[in-house]
């Protein structure tokens, strides 16, 4: 016997075809049948999707880019969905289930680009909602700035293969300084750097036996920052370099470790007042010695970067025309930190720190390795100036809104950055996962209603807070149904803000947080969550 049976449940609609020899068995596939159809139903509403169509294009002439690739991560997720867009330029995720999303785009020739971003606020989350209309959306992507010149000699000479960098400050307060863009220079001398942001930034070259900055006018001078707009074309910045008597550099390196595997020297100088800083390296020979042949005249910092063994060197030398120097680079054992780990039960994980600034080129990142017992310690820091990396595991039924915190003497250190000095002993440090606050809310424009431009600007109402490496100074996007929210944050107080455009840097500006004092403020205590609705300025 055969038997059709139609089964419609909202939307789905399902057929089954069965065979039977008696009526038992046709009744219970039939009852499974129905059974699977609800329940198959019942999950699809639950996870109703949406159609998201994305068009990238240039935004210089609005034409769609074929071929570029696009990125989309669901919020909390490491998950990425990559895909390639079509001739036209356009990508179609067919369903995508209702969540908020970090969508990014990129092209040959393009700088990458987030959904929805702004110059100084990055990118805005994707809401998807389900019962919507299919969303359509775009992202233009820009070519970035340029800084192009000529690089000559003394005789006006085109000065071929010499490395270009252009190099930017980490931030007002941050002395770092970073490689945004390098090149060579062509047949010509001419050399292109692409794909840079809108800022200021030093320009260099190095021929291999000098470092020469531009100064925008094309005479030597002290060097000074070359400014670029977005999408700006600068092709006037030329750099002009002279030849320099040189001589050699012919060293040792002292103390425990000295032959150890993978030790390396550093040859640093600080180039006219700029704060940048050229580096050569130079191999280890046997018997610990090492040589760097055609150094400019003038005075150096050789800096010894142990391999397998944790130790500092810094030592000055000056290098004088034809001549040859002969230091002794001397390893010291660095400063000691130590200290416990507060929390219930089975703490593991490490408590590292990373180097703040470029005063002290021998710091380098240093960890305890697993705690122990609750207790932790690292060893052979080189002198510097750091910030705090805590990362013990929290235990399961914690959940994720615990934050390491560290103490010093009773007192929350965790994002003030600390100097170690040599042979310094930091003791007693203190370390506890301590329960954040959260901040969240609907931003609303001027006619009231719910926006994703600009940004929200979550900051400590305490000077003594304003640092680069705050846990208590957060920004954040609003989404496209407004909504936004900031966690992870320490209790205390608070100012809570939004802002329309922010400059590289300024996030960390202590002149910049000062100005939002007058701005809607909220006391945070641990666990916390409180709702600040605000209106975008």
Not at 80 to 85: C, E, G, H, N, Q
Not at 195 to 208: C, H, I, K, R
Not at 297 to 326: C, E, F, H
Request: proline share 7%; with cysteine.
């Amino acid at each position: 016997m055969t038997k059709e049976t139609t089964e419609t449940t909202g939307t789905t609609r399902t057929t089954r075809t069965t065979r039977t020899t008696g009526t038992g068995k046709a009744w219970v596939r039939w009852c499974g049948a129905v059974l699977f159809a609800a329940t198959a139903t019942l999950f699809a509403r639950d996870q109703a999707t949406l159609r998201i169509t994305v068009h990238v294009t240039s935004f210089e002439t609005g034409r769609h880019i074929p071929n570029a690739s696009v990125e989309i991560t669901e919020e909390g997720s490491d998950v990425v969905r990559s895909s390639r867009a079509d001739a036209r330029g356009v990508v179609t995720y067919p369903a995508l289930k209702a969540a908020r999303y970090h969508v990014r785009a990129g092209a040959a020739g393009y700088r990458p680009m987030s959904f929805g971003e702004e110059p100084g606020l990055g990118g805005t989350l994707l809401a998807v909602n389900a019962g919507r209309a299919p969303i359509e959306l775009e992202i233009a992507l820009h070519r970035g700035s340029t800084i192009a010149g000529v690089v000559t000699n003394d005789l006006n000479e085109p000065v071929v293969g010499a490395d270009v960098r252009a190099i930017n400050r980490h931030s007002p307060v941050d002395s770092r300084l970073l490689v945004a863009a390098n090149a060579k220079t062509d047949d010509r001398g001419a050399y292109r750097l692409i794909g840079l942001e809108a800022g200021q930034y030093f320009v260099s070259a190095t021929d291999g036996l000098s470092v020469a900055f531009a100064n925008g006018t094309g005479t030597p001078a002290t060097p000074r920052l070359i400014t670029v707009g977005v999408d700006a074309q600068r092709s006037d910045v030329n750099i002009k370099t002279r030849p320099s008597p040189t001589g050699t550099i012919a060293g040792s390196i002292a103390g425990p470790g000295a032959g150890a595997p993978g030790m390396s020297v550093m040859l640093m100088q600080d180039a006219a007042g700029a704060g940048f800083v050229g580096v050569t390296s130079a191999r280890i020979e046997p018997g610990a010695r090492f040589t760097i042949a055609d150094v400019p005249a003038g005075k150096y910092v050789l800096i010894a970067r142990p391999g397998t063994v944790r130790a500092w060197a810094r030592t000055a030398v000056s290098v004088t025309a034809n001549g040859q120097a002969t230091p002794t680079v001397a390893l010291h054992p660095g400063g000691r930190i130590s200290g416990t780990v507060v929390a219930p039960s089975g703490v593991r994980g490490t408590v590292g720190v990373s180097p703040l600034g470029a005063d002290h080129p021998e710091a380098a990142s240093a960890n305890s390795g697993p705690v122990s017992a609750g207790s932790f310690a690292i060893p052979n820091v080189a002198p510097g100036r750091y910030r705090w990396l805590p990362s013990p595991e929290m235990p399961p039924m914690w959940g994720a809104d615990y934050t390491p915190s560290v103490f010093l003497k009773d007192q929350d250190v965790t994002d003030l950055p600390f100097e170690v000095g040599p042979d310094a002993a930091i003791e007693n440090v203190r370390i506890e996962l301590t329960r954040t606050a959260r901040v969240s809310g609907t931003v609303r424009d001027a006619s009231g209603k719910p926006t994703s431009r600009g940004a929200v600007i979550v900051a400590s109402t305490s000077p003594r807070d304003w640092t680069e490496v705050s846990r208590r100074i957060r920004l954040a996007r609003a989404d496209t149904a407004g909504f936004y929210e900031i966690g992870g944050l320490p209790a205390g107080s608070y100012t809570v803000s939004t802002v329309t455009a922010l400059s590289a840097g300024q996030l960390g500006d202590p002149a910049f947080l000062k100005t939002l004092a007058k701005s809607r403020q909220v006391t945070l205590t641990q666990g916390e969550s409180a709702t600040v609705d605000l209106r975008l300025k």
